[in-house]
Every structure is written in structure tokens, then in C-alpha cells.
């Protein structure tokens, strides 16, 4: 299972573009914004676990 976090990296209309913290090198990931929370902002930290995505402060 995986359990890793995330940086907003950009928005664009529906999808945001997050990139792990751990494996910076790696590419970006292309997420659907009805899976995140809604107020999420550029430059936010996410969590993920199990198949969710949380804000953390």
C-alpha cells in the first residue's frame, strides 16, 4: 500500500500536477481535482493513504 506525500506543484482547469517529496526526480503525477481536497492551492502539501488525498498543515 502506498503512503507518500505530495506537493501541488501547478493547477491547470481540472487536474493539479503533484510531486512527491521523496522521489523529487521523479515526474509529475497528473490527478483529476474531484479526487483532492477542494481548497487546495499551488505549493500545498498533500498526504496520501489509503486511495486518499489530505491538506497537511
Same mark, same amino acid.
Given at each position: 500500500?502506498? &503512503? +507518500?506525500?505530495?506537493? &501541488?506543484?501547478? %493547477? @491547470? /482547469? @481540472?487536474?493539479?500536477?503533484?510531486?512527491? !517529496? @521523496? $522521489? #523529487?526526480?521523479?515526474?509529475?503525477?497528473? &490527478?483529476?481535482?474531484?479526487? $483532492? #481536497?477542494? @481548497? %487546495? !492551492?499551488? /505549493? +500545498?502539501?498533500?498526504?496520501?493513504?489509503?486511495?486518499?488525498?489530505? %491538506? %497537511?498543515?
Amino acid at each position: 500500500m502506498l &503512503v +507518500c506525500d505530495y506537493i &501541488v506543484e501547478s %493547477i @491547470d /482547469g @481540472d487536474y493539479a500536477h503533484l510531486r512527491r !517529496t @521523496d $522521489l #523529487p526526480e521523479e515526474e509529475l503525477k497528473l &490527478v483529476a481535482r474531484a479526487l $483532492l #481536497p477542494f @481548497d %487546495i !492551492t499551488e /505549493g +500545498c502539501r498533500l498526504h496520501y493513504e489509503m486511495m486518499q488525498y489530505s %491538506i %497537511i498543515d
